[in-house]
Nanobody
């Protein structure tokens, strides 16, 4: 069993910053890609940013230049630094990890979600 625990969401004014963290624990052999998704009310969940175990990154066009994803492999942790936040960034943010478990199966795991609210 693998758990992803997120932290760092909250309420911030437009132009402000937040840093999200997500730590994976449990029966982990290795973690391939890790990423952050978000879902706003009435909208589909969308990819915000992703990072491979080697450090290659991918961002949604809407957050390029404002958000930075990073990870510490030794801690099985991924971060999302969010700067210059806009009201349209308001959503529940979910951490995702593609985990190879100790029995050598690969699964996608999700965190419980953390609310980010940006006021105008």
């Amino acid at each position: 069993q693998v758990q992803l625990v997120e932290s760092g969401g909250g309420l911030v004014q437009a132009g402000g910053s937040l840093r999200l963290s997500c730590a994976a624990s449990g029966s982990i052999f290795s973690i391939n890609a890790m990423g952050w998704y978000r879902q706003a009310p009435g909208k589909q969940r969308e990819l915000v940013a992703a990072i491979t175990s080697g450090g290659s990154t991918n961002y949604a066009d809407s957050v390029k230049g404002r958000f930075t994803i990073s990870r510490v492999n030794a801690k099985n942790t991924v971060y999302l630094q969010m700067n210059s936040l806009k009201p349209e960034d308001t959503a529940v943010y979910y951490c995702n990890a593609r985990v190879v478990t100790t029995n050598f199966y690969e699964y996608d795991y999700w965190g419980q979600g953390t609310q980010v609210t940006v006021s105008s």
